[in-house]
Each structure stands twice: as structure tokens, then as C-alpha cells.
């Protein structure tokens, strides 16, 4: 594989001391907040998870609407590597939610309609990736990846809308919660930059693995390629 370029080094550099940033901001700069204590601490990873997740899956869909009006592989590739990293990052957002309502809500889940669309939005994107390893032809991979990665994104809005259409016991972080919202905070100006900051450096960590894994997945396909010549000899 070719040598990591140097602007991708620069990126790396860059997430790198974001992150630590970040830490320091989430554990130290930001005050404990008065009632939910250290736990609430949880919140910075998960709202920045759950964007990152978000984020990932509507460059997917971008992607795959590319890739139908011009056919170019690149985009198949940037649309796949961006499913996988989302995924990763929307189950780090369900898992540090489940780890700050064992001790706010006293269950590590419940049926809230938060919990069960993002639920549903996880099971349809590893769906994409597990049905794209069924179809062997790329042409009709890619096409099929494209039109399901672009039909599976509705799911990301009626996500982020579901704690306000819905009756439901999950605070909002911006605008007003239910009142029957439990777990709800005030928060301080330094709560309000280690959220900011937070959102930021998971883009960064985000654009940061999508940049290595278009790498790997170029480096891949390369291998495949040559496979298939010398089985053609």
C-alpha cells in the first residue's frame, strides 16, 4: 500500500490533540453538575456519538446519490466506509446512553421511542453491510448500496425527531424536554463548549477513520483486481 500522505498525517496529528482537548474539557473544564454527579459526564461522548452517527449515514447517502448519476466506484467506496464507521459510532451512542440510565432511569433500557428508532436505525445499516457481502457482482453491489443507503437515511430524522413527536421519559439537549422527561439538566456555559468542543473533535476522529478506511478499501479492491487477472491467465 502506498505511503499515509502527508496531509492525512497533519489530520491525524490534528484529532489526536483534539481528542486529548476533549478529555480534559469533558473531566476537568466542565463543572459536575449538581444533581446527576460524574455520571453526567457520560452525556459529551453521546450526544457526539449520536451526530457522528448521523453525519456518517447522511454521507452515505450523498455518496450514494453520486454514485447512481455517475457510476464512479469511489463514491460506492466513500458510501460503504462511511456506513461501517457510522455504525460504530451509533453504537457507542446507544451504549453510553444505556450507561447513564442505569444509575438516572434505574434500567440499562427501556421501550422510549428514542431508544427504539435509533435501535431500528443500528439494525438497518449492519442490514446494508451484511446484504452488500451477498451480492457478488460490484456493479450490482454498488447500485444496491446506493439505493438503500439513500432509502435507509429516513430513519436518521424520525430518530433525531422522536423526543419531539413523541411522548418520552429522554431529555432534549437543545429546546425543551417532555415533562416527563427524566435526567434533564441546565446547563452552564462550560457545559454548553465541552458539548461544542465534544461534537467537534468526533468530526475530526471521524473524518480521520473515513480518510484510512477509503485508503484500506482502495488497497483492497487493488488485491482483488489483481487476483482476478491471474486467475484469467
Known sequence: MEPVPRNLKILTGITIVLFLTALYMVFIY???????GDVQRVFYFHVAAGWVGALAFLVTAIAGGVYLAKREPKWDRL?????????????????????????????????????????????LYFAYLMLRQGIEDPDRRARFGSV???AAFISVPITFLSIRLFRTIHPVVIGSSDPAAEGAFDMTARMVQALMFSVLTFTFVYATLLRYRIRLGRGT?????????LISL
Open 79 to 123: 458510501a460503504e466506509s462511511s456506513v461501517e464507521i457510522g455504525v460504530v459510532f451509533t453504537i457507542i451512542n446507544i451504549s453510553s446512553g444505556s450507561i447513564w440510565a442505569r444509575p438516572i432511569w434505574n434500567t440499562w433500557w427501556t421501550w422510549d421511542p428514542r431508544l427504539v428508532t435509533a435501535t431500528i436505525m443500528l439494525l
Open 148 to 150: 438503500y443507503g439513500i
Open 221 to 229: 479492491e487493488e488485491v482483488e483486481k489483481r487476483k482476478m487477472e
Open 30 to 36: 466542565a463543572p459536575r453538575e449538581a444533581i446527576m
